[in-house]
């Protein structure tokens, strides 16, 4: 028979458990050797220091500014606090586009993988909004996987990552979800990611097509590639 705890007890248990990262029901990335010239374009794409807003002018920040504001009232419940809302929204804008995906695509993908949760941990150990495997911090990051409950550090390896696997896959966003899922070849995933991202669609309209941010790392061999293209093929 199990003892019974006190009240006192009681309330620190349930104080402990209110500040557990909430777990994450994501698949596994799995490791994959990376050629040193992929490695490289992939690290040069992420950044060796914290990553931050650069417009490469203003009315490219607009475009993200204007898409932001159309979507807040479908965030609020998610996220509350109006300042985080935008800037949460902003930066997903930001860096999809940095990477040459749909931003639309990449809120798809954070509401299957962590449900817009910052802290949320999946069984496997995947970390933060875009569920990202701790291997990837030691692979093209510094080797910090901490860093990875970090908003914008956390959208940039989601969205550097997503941009290689459908490089690998060539366009065949299909494929390249099952990668980033972990369940290549199986349909599940990638039809609940495009099930929610069809639900985020209606704001793409007020997105010009050309690049958001200066490329710093683009690749010329069939790496991270740093411009504003279709995710869907």
Same mark, same amino acid.
């Given at each position: 028979?199990?003892?019974?705890?006190?009240?006192?007890?009681?309330?620190?248990?349930?104080?402990?458990?209110?500040?557990?990262?909430?777990?994450? +029901?994501?698949?596994?990335?799995?490791?994959?050797?990376?050629?040193?010239? *992929?490695?490289?374009?992939?690290?040069?794409?992420?950044?060796?220091?914290?990553?931050?807003?650069?417009?490469?002018?203003?009315?490219?920040?607009? +475009?993200?500014?204007?898409?932001?504001?159309?979507?807040? @009232?479908?965030?609020?419940?998610?996220?509350?606090?109006?300042?985080?809302?935008?800037?949460?929204?902003? %930066?997903?804008?930001?860096?999809?586009?940095?990477?040459?995906?749909?931003?639309?695509?990449?809120?798809?993908?954070?509401?299957?993988?962590?449900?817009?949760?910052?802290?949320?941990?999946?069984? *496997?150990?995947?970390?933060?909004?875009? +569920?990202?495997?701790?291997?990837? @911090?030691?692979?093209?990051?510094?080797?910090?996987?901490?860093?990875?409950?970090?908003?914008?550090?956390?959208?940039?390896?989601?969205?550097?990552?997503?941009?290689?696997?459908?490089?690998?896959?060539?366009?065949?966003?299909?494929?390249?979800?099952?990668?980033?899922?972990?369940?290549? #070849?199986?349909?599940?995933?990638?039809?609940?990611?495009?099930?929610?991202?069809? %639900?985020?669609? *209606?704001?793409?309209?007020?997105?010009?097509?050309?690049?958001?941010?200066?490329?710093? #790392?683009?690749?010329?061999?069939?790496?991270?590639?740093?411009?504003?293209?279709?995710?869907?093929?």
């Amino acid at each position: 028979m199990l003892p019974l705890l006190r009240p006192a007890q009681i309330a620190v248990a349930v104080l402990y458990l209110a500040f557990l990262p909430r777990m994450a +029901q994501a698949g596994a990335q799995a490791e994959e050797p990376l050629a040193d010239s *992929v490695r490289t374009a992939l690290s040069s794409a992420i950044g060796r220091s914290a990553p931050s807003l650069s417009f490469a002018d203003a009315r490219q920040r607009q +475009q993200c500014e204007a898409w932001a504001a159309s979507l807040e @009232s479908k965030l609020l419940k998610r996220k509350p606090e109006e300042l985080v809302r935008r800037e949460f929204l902003v %930066t997903v804008c930001y860096e999809a586009r940095r990477a040459g995906l749909e931003p639309s695509l990449v809120l798809g993908l954070i509401q299957v993988e962590s449900g817009f949760r910052k802290y949320a941990i999946s069984p *496997v150990g995947a970390r933060g909004y875009m +569920q990202v495997m701790p291997f990837w @911090s030691r692979l093209i990051g510094t080797g910090d996987p901490s860093s990875l409950f970090h908003m914008q550090t956390n959208l940039r390896f989601g969205c550097v990552i997503l941009r290689h696997y459908l490089d690998r896959e060539r366009g065949d966003l299909f494929m390249a979800l099952g990668r980033y899922n972990g369940s290549r #070849g199986r349909a599940e995933y990638p039809n609940m990611v495009t099930a929610a991202w069809r %639900t985020w669609k *209606v704001a793409d309209g007020v997105l010009g097509g050309t690049r958001v941010a200066e490329a710093d #790392g683009a690749a010329p061999d069939g790496g991270v590639r740093l411009v504003s293209r279709s995710a869907q093929r």
